[in-house]
Nanobody
């Protein structure tokens, strides 16, 4: 089993920055692709960013491209989401996810493990 724990959420003003972290425990995740998704109240969970097992390939949704950066820690069991120039529409619960393959994906149904989420609130 794999456990994912997110941290780093909080309240920030528009234009500010936050860095989310996701620490994995359990089985070795060095060969797993990871992703970040978010869900705002009354909306479906949507793709934010994904990274392959090596960290060399990344994908972003159009809404965050150029503002957010996904990366992996050296031990590959931690994934980060650096969020800059935050906007009120970025307000959501952010979820970390892992899939037991090497390649990244933007499809939530292709992920096998999920964290509990961390709240990000951006005030205008």
């Amino acid at each position: 089993q794999v456990q994912l724990v997110e941290s780093g959420g909080g309240l920030v003003q528009a234009g500010g920055s936050l860095r989310l972290s996701c620490v994995a425990s359990g089985r070795i995740l060095s060969t797993y692709a990871m992703g970040w998704f978010r869900q705002a109240p009354g909306k479906e969970r949507e793709f934010v960013a994904a990274i392959n097992w090596s960290g060399r390939t990344t994908y972003y949704s159009d809404s965050v491209k150029g503002r957010f950066t996904i990366s992996r820690g050296n031990a590959k069991d931690t994934v980060y989401l650096q969020m800059n120039n935050l906007k009120p529409e970025d307000t959501a619960v952010y979820y970390c996810a892992a899939r037991t393959v090497l390649s990244a994906s933007g499809l939530k149904n292709e992920y096998d493990y999920w964290g509990q989420g961390t709240q990000v609130t951006v005030s205008s």
